[in-house]
Structure formats: C-alpha cells, structure tokens
C-alpha cells in the first residue's frame, strides 16, 4: 500500500465531495433544465461555472456543471452536467459508458464533454457518425 501512494497521485477529492446517486443525478439535470430556461433572460451569471458537484460512483468520476455557449454568448448557451477531464468521444463512450456532448449548428461536431448516462441499462441512442 505505501509503495502504491508513493507512486501515484490519490484523488482527495472524492473524500470530500459528495456521491451522487443515479436519483440525484436526475434531480440535478431536472435542476439544469430550469436554470437553462433563464439563459436568455439576460439575468444568468455563468461566470460561476465549472461548479464540482460530486462523484459517480458506478465509476469514481468527478462530475461537474459546465456553461457552454455557442453562437451569441453568453445568450445562446447551458448548464450541462459532465464528467470531469474526460479529453475524447471514444473515452466517454468505452471507458465511461458517457454520452458524448457535441456542438449544435452552427458549429456542428466539436466535442465538448461527456454527459453521465442516469440509466446504464437503458442509454440514449447514439450520434452517427
């Protein structure tokens, strides 16, 4: 055990932020879905974001809120829920059983994360391509 922390970096993170269940996942995209009604209104402070809201622990990854605008920002953007440093589309769907996240029109293709599945029995379908 000492030679394996002598060799490596340990994650204290996750000692310390919380683990969020499938149920709470679900609740915080629930809480997304409101923010992100706000956007537009001219009222919302992304400059908060990235906000660490927790752990998955199906797969001991950080997840974290994340603003990603396109387009007109900072109107024309939201909150999404993401897994933390997760760098390409194949590393979320085979390592992480993720959904990647990529960009709308205009700007169609570019990868910006990779979104939690809340039921792994059941994932979304995936983007061609």
């Known amino acids: 055990m000492t030679v394996l922390l002598a060799c490596t970096t340990p994650d204290f993170r996750t000692f ?29 402070d992304f400059s908060r974001y990235p906000i660490s809201v927790g752990v998955d622990p199906r797969n001991g990854k950080m997840l974290v809120e994340k603003f990603i605008c396109w387009d007109a920002c900072p109107d ?10 997760v760098e390409t589309e194949q590393a979320c769907v085979d390592t992480l059983m993720g959904s990647p996240l990529v960009s709308p029109d205009p700007i169609p293709g570019q ?19």
């Open 76 to 85: 024309v953007g939201m909150v999404f829920l993401l897994y933390e440093s």
């Open 16 to 44: 310390s932020d919380p683990v969020m269940t499938t149920a709470g996942m679900q609740a915080e995209l629930e809480r997304l879905h409101q923010i992100n009604l706000t956007v537009e209104e001219g009222d919302f």
């Open 111 to 129: 990868y910006w994360g990779c979104r939690p599945i809340v039921d792994w029995l059941n994932p979304p379908e995936r983007f061609p391509g």
